[in-house]
């Protein structure tokens, strides 16, 4: 009998499958926005905005040493889709990469919404695994290899 996955890797699994849809060939990101009934609310993909050039067609435009592309975290946060109402807070954002500093300063700025982040490959700075800050709790993805 096959024993059933976590939600946790569900989710991520599915970011995986998201993070192809990119169109920056520096990292290939991607982000699911989850709600508290484990329903998903949003997804997202780091690329150029709608219009603009994309980094695999063209190269990646870069400015101060950072590629323009929008993030994945970015991109699933603008397109979520959040309740309003008593049940408007206790969501996860699930992410292939862990968030870099300017995306979880976007991150923070939802914290009445978002409670908990699960990434799975560390950011090029150093720091804790799992942290908690601005109330929402930053964690490193625990299962299975996806």
Avoid: Q, W
């Amino acid at each position: 009998m096959t024993k059933r996955i976590s939600r946790d890797e569900m989710f991520m699994r599915i970011a995986y499958v998201v993070a192809e849809r990119g169109t920056c060939p520096r990292a290939k990101v991607g982000a699911v926005l989850v709600d508290r009934d484990h329903k998903i609310r949003s997804i997202g993909y780091n690329g150029n905005p709608p219009g603009a050039p994309h980094c695999e067609d063209v190269g990646c435009m870069m400015k101060n040493g950072h590629c323009t592309a929008i993030h994945a975290e970015v991109n699933a946060l603008m397109y979520g889709r959040f309740e309003t109402g008593i049940y408007d807070t206790g969501y996860t954002l699930y992410v292939t990469h862990k968030p870099c500093e300017e995306c979880k300063r976007v991150i923070l700025k939802f914290n009445s919404k978002i409670k908990r982040v699960v990434y799975d490959i560390p950011y090029r700075y150093e720091g804790p695994e799992d942290y908690e800050e601005g109330g929402v709790m930053f964690e490193k993805y625990k299962g299975p290899k996806v």
